[in-house]
């Protein structure tokens, strides 16, 4: 029992001789960092064995690539509609077909028209009753058997008359139907320009409704011209201008190259994506099919002061490109560049991290492979 006793009482002691040491250190020691050096920068036993190439000046374009989808021209989409309400009784086409101007669409059976149809008539025998009944007062007021007045009142009911048959004709026109048909309650819809039927909103046995309610019947787009949409990111968008020139390439046709020019870059970003929408007017050569998916390049308008490098100076690394530079006492110093395009002549374009006249290793890969041995 003693024993346990004298244990307990020489761990207290130490635990407060501890204790005692913190308080008058403060802190605990500070922790050491040793630096491991700069591992971009290498030394090798003969840097002469490494031949050295300074970078050229290149003026090329800016140039920006990215994705789209072919649209139609909205400014080229006509809608086919009717003024008539009724039920159709007839369709000629479908979605997709190609129609030229004038070709018969459908065919409405419409009410409305043959009540335009029975006001024509009316106002064609009312003017013809008006227009005897002038002649007639004309030679009673010759021969002096009426006043006047009377042959005016008589003239102001042909007049009135005439107007009412060009306003009943005015209306059968604009529901689609001709004057010098016979009366029917038939309507024929026809096209109104040639194009390509993109939309279809009405069937066989379908009901037509007035204009204001219903949505087209039909929608024609001339696609000789389309739109191409491509969605920029917003830190891309200083890079691309209205006017720019851009080189089209369809995944469907790998050998074609189709031109076109900016006309017009959204205002509103998409907030999902933090892009705008860029649109290019394109020529389409009958290939483009509206929806398909393309790659754009954009070319700027002014040329840039770029370096110029062997291919063989870049080192790809990481999904990175780098370079070797040397430095004054012989050692090389990785740098971190972006590559641009490829040039002819086995040549690589710098786009920023080099400028011209720097001198960098000509054959960056087999300094890595000596550094890594």
């Known amino acids: 029992?003693?024993?346990?006793?004298?244990?307990?009482?020489?761990?207290?002691?130490?635990?407060?001789?501890?204790?005692?040491?913190?308080?008058?250190?403060?802190?605990?020691?500070?922790?050491?960092?040793?630096?491991?050096?700069?591992?971009?920068?290498?030394?090798?036993?003969?840097?002469?064995r490494f031949p050295l190439v300074a970078a050229s000046l290149h003026r090329a374009a800016p140039e920006l690539s990215t994705t789209g989808v072919v649209s139609a021209d909205v400014s080229r989409a006509i809608p086919v509609v009717s003024l008539a309400s009724g039920r159709v009784v007839d369709v000629r086409v479908r979605l997709g077909d190609t129609v030229r101007k004038g070709q018969l669409l459908l065919r409405i059976q419409s009410a409305d028209v043959a009540g335009a149809f029975s006001d024509y008539r009316k106002a064609v025998a009312d003017e013809t009753l008006a227009r005897t009944q002038l002649e007639r007062a004309q030679v009673l007021f010759d021969r002096g058997a009426i006043a006047q007045k009377d042959l005016e009142v008589a003239r102001d009911t042909e007049d009135k008359a005439v107007v009412d048959v060009q306003t009943a004709a005015e209306h059968l026109r604009l529901l689609g139907v001709p004057t010098d048909r016979p009366p029917s309650g038939i309507v024929d819809i026809t096209a109104p320009e040639s194009g390509v039927i993109t939309e279809q909103n009405i069937t066989a046995a379908?009901?037509?409704?007035?204009?204001?309610?219903?949505?087209?019947?039909?929608?024609?787009?001339?696609?000789?011209r389309v739109w191409i949409l491509c969605d920029v990111y917003e830190n891309d968008l200083a890079s691309v201008r209205v006017g720019d020139r851009a080189d089209i390439h369809v995944a469907a046709f790998p050998n074609a190259v189709l031109t076109g020019r900016v006309g017009n870059i959204g205002p509103i970003l998409d907030p999902s994506i933090?892009?705008?929408?860029?649109?290019?007017?394109?020529?389409?050569?009958?290939?483009?099919?509206?929806?398909?998916?393309?790659?754009?390049?954009?070319h700027g308008q002014t040329l840039e002061e770029r370096a110029e490098v062997p291919a063989t100076a870049v080192l790809h690394l990481h999904d990175r490109d780098w370079v070797y530079t040397p430095t004054p006492d012989g050692r090389f110093v990785r740098r971190e560049v972006v590559a641009g395009a490829s040039l002819a002549g086995g040549q690589q374009e710098i786009v920023s991290g080099l400028t011209p006249g720097d001198r960098v290793v000509s054959n960056a890969l087999v300094l890595q492979n000596t550094v890594e041995q």
């Open 1 to 48: 029992m003693r024993v346990a006793f004298v244990i307990a009482a020489l761990v207290a002691c130490a635990s407060c001789a501890r204790g005692s040491a913190q308080t008058e250190s403060g802190a605990p020691p500070p922790t050491v960092v040793e630096d491991e050096g700069n591992t971009s920068v290498v030394r090798v036993d003969h840097p002469e």
């Open 206 to 224: 379908a009901g037509v409704k007035s204009l204001d309610n219903s949505p087209n019947l039909f929608t024609i787009s001339d696609l000789s």
């Open 274 to 298: 933090r892009a705008a929408k860029v649109r290019i007017e394109v020529a389409n050569p009958g290939a483009l099919r509206l929806g398909m998916f393309v790659t754009a390049t954009f």
